[in-house]
């Protein structure tokens, strides 16, 4: 069955830390992948996205993710984070040539001032 | 561009009764929506694919017939959680889609509690 990892389940960080989170997914054909973000007390957000191309994916208030397709890997990067960065942050997969989306467990990044 | 609302946000019931949540595509049409469960502190469980005019798709382990889902137009899905039970209060969040297109839009979510 597909499946979707995030191996950070929390993560502290000080401001202007660098932020990468890790995103592994079991799929071996064609994906499209996603990173999402929610706010406390919002609605999930979109970083950014992958469908092909470039592998290297600039998104929203300074994310990046890059895809490694030998690693099946779609790794969530930010130089240098920001109090309001604080927030939970999904990796999605779509695969198959389905619309389903198949979640990861969601990283809660908490960044200190 | 790209609002998908739901209604209401917080809902609480008693037991054995049941609540329907609206799931809007506000300002575009939306081929497909999706419906999810998240569950406090973990991540989004598919619950069913809902295409309009059809009869939805649901996941493996999701009981049709106590979340019941109607996609009666482009813009707007429903899910009946009837003889609603404890155990699902949850956080239920749908999503839409464009026709074409593998971006998923999502809804704010409706807090469920049943008592």
Known sequence: AQSVSQHNHHVILS?????????????????NLFWYVQYPGQHLQLLLKYFSGDPLVKGIKGFEAEFIKSKFSFNLRKPSVQWSDTAEYFCAVNAGGTYKYIFGTGTRLKVLA | GAVVSQHPSRVICKSGTSVKIECRSLD???TTMFWYRQFPKQSLMLMATSNEGS????????????????????????????????????????????????????GP??????T
């Open chain 1, 15 to 31: 401001e202007a830390a660098s932020l990468e989170l890790g995103c592994n997914y079991s799929y071996g054909g064609t994906v």
């Open chain 2, 109 to 114: 979510g409706t807090r469920l509690t049943v």
């Open chain 2, 55 to 106: 009869k939805a798709t649901y996941e493996q382990g999701v009981e049709k017939d106590k979340f019941l889902i109607n996609h009666a137009s482009l813009t707007l899905s429903t899910l009946t959680v009837t003889s609603a039970h404890p155990e699902d209060s949850s956080f239920y969040i749908c999503s839409a889609r464009l026709r074409s297109s593998y971006e998923q839009y999502f």
């Open chain 2, 28 to 30: 575009f049409q939306a």
